[in-house]
């Protein structure tokens, strides 16, 4: 299926936000923007899926074997200038809920997400002291989810809560990939 280019850009804006929120940088090179992201190799199939789904070919390179992004799209600019002071990843100035989306958080949890005894984690470039906001607007696109800043990282709490929570609401490939996050006894507890 071809989707028309305005929902094509608006995957790829969610795919450049979930790296940017984890530890994804946009850098200027050779008179362009681009952002690169690290993957984990269990993601790929994922991560290739979504790209060909939405025809995002002519921006993003995956390279398997560095397990690695590369995402060149003139929107980046932009971005960069939203997201960045001094060099400095900051997020944003300003506590809004348009700077993120439901979907780029769905997207940065499934490539970049590790599950961590009783937590789900998210590593993050992003300063420390943006972590509480984006803690914020975080809860208020996922919902009433216990989310806590780390030293670099976001942790989130009851992943069974998270998952029965969203599962109505994401694609089959999503709630795929979120219930691999969770434990044999986390599942007991969902059939329960």
Same mark, same amino acid.
């Given at each position: 299926?071809?989707? $028309?280019?305005? @929902? ?7 795919? %450049? ?5 984890? =530890?994804?940088?946009?850098?200027? /090179? ?5 952002? *690169?992201?690290?993957? *984990? ?10 790209? /060909?789904?939405?025809?995002?070919? $002519?921006?993003? =390179? #995956? ?9 060149? &799209?003139?929107?980046? =600019?932009? @971005? ?9 990843? %900051? ?12 979907? &780029?958080? #769905?997207? &940065? ?6 599950? *961590? ?8 470039? #992003?300063?420390?002291?943006?972590? $509480? ?8 696109? %996922? ?5 806590? $800043? ?5 942790? %989130? ?13 994401? @694609? ?15 599942? *007991?507890?969902?059939? &329960?």
């Amino acid at each position: 299926m071809q989707y $028309p280019m305005e @929902t094509r850009m608006g995957k790829l804006q969610d795919l %450049i936000l979930a790296c940017l929120l984890s =530890e994804g940088e946009i850098e200027y /090179s050779e008179k362009q923007y681009e952002l *690169k992201a690290e993957f *984990k190799s269990e993601t790929l199939d994922y991560l290739k899926s979504y790209v /060909s789904e939405y025809s995002l070919q $002519p921006y993003v =390179e #995956i390279h398997h074997r560095r397990n690695e992004l590369v995402i060149q &799209a003139s929107s980046l =600019e932009n @971005t960069y200038e939203k997201w960045y002071r001094n060099d400095m990843k %900051i997020f944003s100035n300003r506590m809004d809920p348009k700077n993120m989306t439901f979907h &780029a958080i #769905i997207l &940065a949890l499934n490539l970049f997400g590790v599950r *961590k005894y009783e937590s789900l984690h998210l590593k993050t470039s #992003i300063q420390k002291e943006k972590l $509480p906001m984006l803690t914020h607007i975080l809860r208020y696109h %996922i919902g009433d989810v216990s989310i806590v $800043p780390g030293q670099r990282e976001i942790k %989130i709490f009851n992943v069974v809560q998270l998952f029965d929570e969203l599962v109505d609401t994401l @694609t089959v490939m999503d709630s795929f990939y979120l219930f691999r996050f969770l434990s044999v006894h986390d599942r *007991k507890k969902l059939r &329960a």
